[in-house]
């Protein structure tokens, strides 16, 4: 039967269920996520590597493998609309204060350009994921569009 009609099983399962959004850096539970973050299997998984007490049906989904390890965070997880826009809007500030001017007029940076700081960062930073040319283009165009909408 579970917790339903167990007021104090009811209480647990919150209790529990606060504490996992409450200290998961891994976003198991993005609310704004247009996907399902986390599945079954992988709830046990980690469910048994914090060292939870949970049903031997819910525990036979565990990966054997990995059952009394943290699992990874899934770098193809979405980010929630609220993290997306703080990140966008963090982007398009800084690019647009490394190719602003202070009042006298004088440049803010070396960079005359989104090119030339796109360019410094493929220079510095090869072969890191998320910096290539297309990509560093259209994330700055949404960021610098972003901060322009609000």
Not at 102 to 121: C, H, M, N, R, Y
Not at 122 to 140: D, M, R
Request: charged share 30%; hydrophobic share 40%.
């Amino acid at each position: 039967m579970g917790w339903i009609g167990d007021p104090q099983k009811a209480t647990e399962f919150f209790k529990r269920l606060e504490i996992i959004k409450a200290n998961s850096s891994d976003a198991l539970f993005d609310l704004d996520c247009d996907r399902p973050m986390l599945g079954l299997a992988l709830f046990a998984t980690w469910a048994l590597g914090v060292e939870w007490e949970i049903p031997s049906e819910l525990a036979d989904l565990a990966d054997s493998t990995s059952a009394r390890k943290k699992p990874a965070r899934d770098d193809n997880q979405c980010l929630g609309d609220r993290a997306e826009t703080t990140y966008l809007n963090i982007i398009g500030g800084l690019v647009e204060l490394m190719l602003g001017k202070t009042p006298a007029g004088k440049d803010q940076s070396v960079f005359k350009s989104q090119a030339a700081i796109i360019e410094a960062l493929l220079h510095n930073y090869p072969n890191k994921p998320g910096i290539a040319e297309s990509t560093l283009k259209a994330k700055f165009a949404e960021a610098r569009k972003r901060l322009d909408d609000t």
